[in-house]
């Protein structure tokens, strides 16, 4: 994938054409469009907008409804406020610590107020459960201290308060076990892997095009961050119709696109952006589609980029996708890495810039089978080309024994002679002679 990026550019450099140049505005920009209502009339209809199954930005474009178990939220309680977004974390965040003050504010003053200490207050000799406690606010502003651990130690707990003491120690524990769990919640939210993934970025379009002889569905993926994603892993999903020979219909169906899953190329070191390509096989969802069929068609390919990041060691996932009317056929990507003093740089302008290659528009299937039968061709023109010139004088042989041999199977017989180890250095005529009847009047 990287190597081809690598290749295009050292063969720029050899011809002297920078990656600026190579660039192509698509057919439909450089040719002027007429706006006729005959042309409107025979052009191909439009298709309609397509609804994402998932977003550009990796937002998967599906609603929960009618859900009759809520309370399976409640069970998980730490995700569903994980979950929720920040204006209403931030709110549960501070109704916690309010509500959580106010009630033991509250039993703070109800000891109080059971045991006299708001009426004896100024009484000599009198001592209360807590001192200089005399009110709601004044002990609402005990529980915060008490809680916070702040101690401006004008208000204290005495030990001629038993209930106080037990008060004291279950609002200790329960407070710690608050802090720890909206702590945690802001932290974790804080430090949601999700963010590290707005720095991974994917082309806008996928392209299809021929690499070494064989068809090809590519994207492009890169990373913006100088700390890495480790054993970061790519995959991609086919999402489509489908009807069963059974008559079922699948309105989502999903179908696994290989991206070097077999091979190890799904794993990713993704320093540079890199190109993911698919090759059009048998077993690809594509091998029978060709340029037309594709144009017609509605799908569209869902790409996940997973792996841990490397300063937290959390796993993140990336998501993108692509619509059928964002796979175009016949173009290439445009280098982006280029060889600086001692460095390479990566132009992140030229991301997703591609260009026009010449591509065949017949389908996978289709190239396969030509490739197959374009190099017997000149196989046998070469091999008739070889029997005339090779063909032996009939001057030495007689008339009436032409050779037993045929011409064109002489470079089997040039094998049999060079296996044979006794037999030396013979050509392919002293093999085929070596095995046949002498003619009458020649001697060994």
Not at 25 to 48: C, F, G, M, N, Y
Not at 58 to 65: E, L, M, P, S, T
Not at 66 to 75: F, I
Not at 138 to 157: D, H, N, P, Q, W
Request: aromatic content about 8%; overall charge negative; some cysteine.
């Amino acid at each position: 994938m990287a190597g081809d990026s690598r290749v295009l550019m050292d063969r720029d450099m050899e011809i002297g054409v920078t990656p600026g140049q190579v660039k192509k505005l698509p057919k439909h920009l450089r040719e002027a469009q007429i706006s006729t209502e005959r042309t409107h009339l025979i052009s191909d209809p439009a298709k309609k907008p397509r609804q994402r199954y998932v977003q550009k930005d990796g937002k998967c474009n599906v609603h929960h409804g009618n859900v009759q178990e809520t309370y399976r939220y409640l069970s998980d309680l730490f995700t569903t406020l994980v979950d929720l977004r920040w204006r209403f974390s931030l709110l549960i965040f501070t109704l916690v610590y309010v509500v959580n003050w106010l009630f033991f504010g509250l039993l703070w003053w109800l000891i109080a107020l059971i045991r006299g200490d708001l009426v004896h207050a100024d009484e000599e000799g009198w001592t209360p459960c807590v001192e200089n406690l005399n009110s709601f606010v004044s002990a609402f502003l005990f529980s915060i201290e008490t809680e916070t651990t702040i101690g401006y130690g004008y208000r204290v707990i005495t030990e001629k308060c038993p209930e106080g003491i037990v008060l004291l120690l279950v609002q200790a524990i329960l407070g710690s076990i608050v802090n720890a769990m909206m702590v945690g919640c802001m932290f974790v939210k804080i430090s949601q892997p999700k963010n590290r993934a707005e720095t991974l970025m994917f082309s806008h379009k996928a392209v299809i095009s021929v690499r070494d002889n064989r068809m090809c569905l590519m994207f492009r993926v890169g990373d913006l961050r100088n700390s890495h994603i480790v054993e970061a892993s790519i995959r991609a999903k086919l999402i489509r119709s489908q009807q069963t020979k059974e008559g079922e219909f699948i309105p989502l169906n999903q179908t696994d696109i290989n991206i070097g899953f077999d091979t190890g190329d799904d794993r990713l070191f993704l320093v540079s952006p890199l190109i993911i390509s698919h090759e059009i096989n048998e077993k690809s969802p594509f091998w029978d589609m060709s340029q037309a069929q594709i144009e017609k068609e509605e799908f569209e390919i869902v790409v996940i980029l997973e792996g841990m990041v490397e300063a937290t060691g959390m796993t993140c996932q990336a998501r993108s996708s692509y619509l059928d009317t964002e796979v175009l056929w016949g173009y290439r990507f445009t280098p982006v890495l280029s060889l600086e003093n001692g460095f390479y740089e990566v132009d992140y302008n030229s991301f997703h810039d591609i260009y026009e290659t010449n591509t065949p528009s017949c389908s996978a299937r289709e190239l396969a089978a030509k490739l197959r039968e374009a190099p017997l061709l000149p196989q046998l023109s070469t091999l008739t080309a070889a029997a005339a010139t090779t063909a032996p004088d009939p001057r030495a042989f007689p008339l009436d024994r032409p050779p037993s041999k045929d011409p064109l199977s002489q470079d089997e017989d040039m094998e049999d002679g060079d296996a044979g180890g006794d037999r030396g250095e013979t050509n392919g005529s002293a093999a085929v002679l070596e095995g046949q009847p002498l003619p009458d009047g020649l001697t060994d």
